[in-house]
T-cell receptor, first 111, second 113 residues
Framework: QQQVKQSPQSLIVQKGGISIINCAYE??????FPWYQQFPGKGPALLIA?????SEKKEGRFTISFNKSAKQFSLHIMDSQPGDSATYFC??????????FGTGTRLQVTL | EAGVTQFPSHSVIEKGQTVTLRCDPI?????LYWYRRVMGKEIKFLLH????????ESGMPNNRFLAERTGGTYSTLKVQPAELEDSGVYFC???????????FGPGTRLTVT
């Protein structure tokens, strides 16, 4: 049973466009929702994270939107750049323990 | 400050052989986690150390996997004997005490033939 569902599996966006990746979770005990960015040959790197007491968090071109009632959260990448091309993972955890990951989204930003 | 390091970066072994993966966490991080990603699937939790103690090993697939963290510093993950389905990328992550932010190493790609 997959506790965090992520979509789409892959995404192609033109340079300057908005990339949107969606995740849904089931476990209401989750209280921390990070997004990780992974480049080929590298490990996942923490990009941005949110707690359920806020509906949105923005850091530069990256924004997390969080809908607690729907148990959904999404990553928006504004003004997408070719350097943003990577695999993105959403995740969730409770009480600072193990992360439960989504299956990942491979983003390609074209010129 | 050095990040999480893992060794080796790649390992190719035959079915039935033994492999040992090593992880060095960020200095001062008491929490150490092992995860695994099988081709195309999600990154899955294997186990969690707090210092030298196993806090949660609910994700370990079976008794062919043995993890240790001697002295609360580096950790090893041994697979003995390896099976084809053990192939994947094994990640190690560490975090400070009661911190949510986990920092990942580059992973070890294990191929069992």
């Amino acid at each position: 049973q997959q506790q965090v569902k992520q979509s789409p599996q892959s995404l192609i966006v033109q340079k300057g466009g908005i990339s949107i990746i969606n995740c849904a979770y089931e476990n209401t005990a989750f209280d921390y929702f990070p997004w990780y960015q992974q480049f080929p040959g590298k490990g996942p790197a923490l990009l941005i994270a949110i707690r359920p007491d806020v509906s949105e968090k923005k850091e530069g071109r990256f924004t997390i939107s969080f809908n607690k009632s729907a148990k959904q959260f999404s990553l928006h990448i504004m003004d997408s750049q070719p350097g943003d091309s990577a695999t993105y993972f959403c995740a969730a955890t409770g009480t600072a323990s193990k992360l439960t990951f989504g299956t990942g989204t491979r983003l390609q930003v074209t010129l | 400050e050095a990040g999480v390091t893992q060794f080796p970066s790649h390992s190719v072994i035959e079915k039935g052989q033994t492999v040992t993966l090593r992880c060095d966490p960020i200095s001062g991080h008491d929490n150490l986690y092992w995860y695994r990603r099988v081709m195309g699937k999600e990154i899955k939790f294997l186990l969690h150390f707090v210092k030298e103690s196993k806090q949660d090993e609910s994700g370990m697939p079976n008794n062919r996997f043995l993890a240790e963290r001697t002295g609360g510093t580096y950790s090893t993950l041994k697979v003995q004997p390896a099976e084809l389905e053990d192939s994947g990328v094994y990640f190690c992550a560490s975090s400070q005490d009661i911190a949510y932010e986990q920092y990942f190493g580059p992973g070890t790609r294990l191929t069992v033939t």
